[in-house]
């Protein structure tokens, strides 16, 4: 199994833990501040960009169980967090369960109370669970959704792969991951990654580290042609890309 250099990118380098484990204990220090820092950071631009990803699962020629308004279909969300991607996910296309797991139990906290405030806590379901290590059957899920996760994933084959025993055979995975913009664009938006959202979310974060560690595993993240290179490598057929805003943002997609 290969190893990438976005996987030797730790939040916190010197603690001795696993980046699962440092990744976890990092998301649970900013839960609480995670949602409006999102909104505040993307100026509201991550909710366009979610649904773009999740119109991926619309129609016919995306999952034949899937098509919005049917009432049909299992989706899986990993790396859920806050819920954010999973109740999008339910609102748009009204399939029977929306389940998501991640390994942060204080970004999951969170998202649970979302999902009772809006009382859909029988249709979305949020639990404990590593992407390396799924905790569900072979071909359970029509679809399943990744926002802003695979980079985190301390083996991303092994995350991939887990994703694609849990998928129905047909099913699709949609990716959505930062990406690297170019040109002079690229140059001001690194400078805003490397120096300004550090800065800010300092003042409003408290953790310094948690945004830095943004930005580095953004830039070591293979992004692209690259990552649907990892898809087919991961056995996923027909791998497509597509740059959103001009490049800061990719959706990914493959069919199991
Ligand atoms: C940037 S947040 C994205 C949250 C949510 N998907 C969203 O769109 O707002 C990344 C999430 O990935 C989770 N995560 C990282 N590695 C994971 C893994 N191996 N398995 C499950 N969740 C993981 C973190 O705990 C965190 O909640």
């Keep these: 199994m290969t190893t990438y250099q976005h996987d030797r990118v ?69 790396a859920t967090g806050t819920g954010d991607m999973a109740l999008m996910t339910f609102k748009r296309l009204h399939p029977q369960k929306v389940t998501g ?11 649970k109370q979302k ?10 379901e949020l639990k404990s669970g590593d992407s390396q290590a799924i ?20 083996h991303l084959e092994q995350g991939l792969e887990e994703i694609k025993r849990v998928l129905k055979p047909g099913g699709k995975l949609v990716v959505l991951e930062f990406s690297r913009p170019k040109g002079a664009f690229g140059h001001l938006y690194q400078w805003y990654m490397g120096r ?6 300092t003042l409003l974060s408290r953790n310094k580290k948690a945004y830095t560690y943004l930005g580095k595993s953004i830039q ?3 992004e692209g042609a690259d990552f649907t290179a990892v898809l087919q490598k991961t056995g996923y057929r027909q791998p497509s890309a597509k740059a959103l805003t001009m490049g800061i943002c990719s959706i990914y997609t493959g069919i199991k």
């Design 135 to 154: 905790p569900f059957g072979d071909n359970s899920f029509d679809a399943v959704t990744v926002a802003f996760g695979v980079r985190n994933f301390e």
């Design 196 to 201: 300004v959202t550090p800065f800010i979310c």
């Design 10 to 78: 730790l939040p916190y380098d010197d603690s001795g833990l696993s980046k699962t484990q440092q990744v976890a204990s990092m998301f649970d220090d900013i839960a609480g501040r995670y949602d409006f820092l999102n909104r505040f950071l993307s100026g509201g631009v991550d909710l366009w960009w979610r649904k773009k990803a999740i119109s991926e699962l619309k129609g016919p020629d995306a999952i034949g169980s899937c098509i919005i308004g049917s009432g049909a279909g299992q989706i899986l969300d990993v």
């Design 115 to 124: 999902v009772h405030q809006v009382g859909l806590a029988a249709q979305i």
């Design 220 to 222: 070591a993240f293979p």
């Design 101 to 111: 797991i991640d390994i942060s139990e204080g970004m999951l906290a969170l998202g």
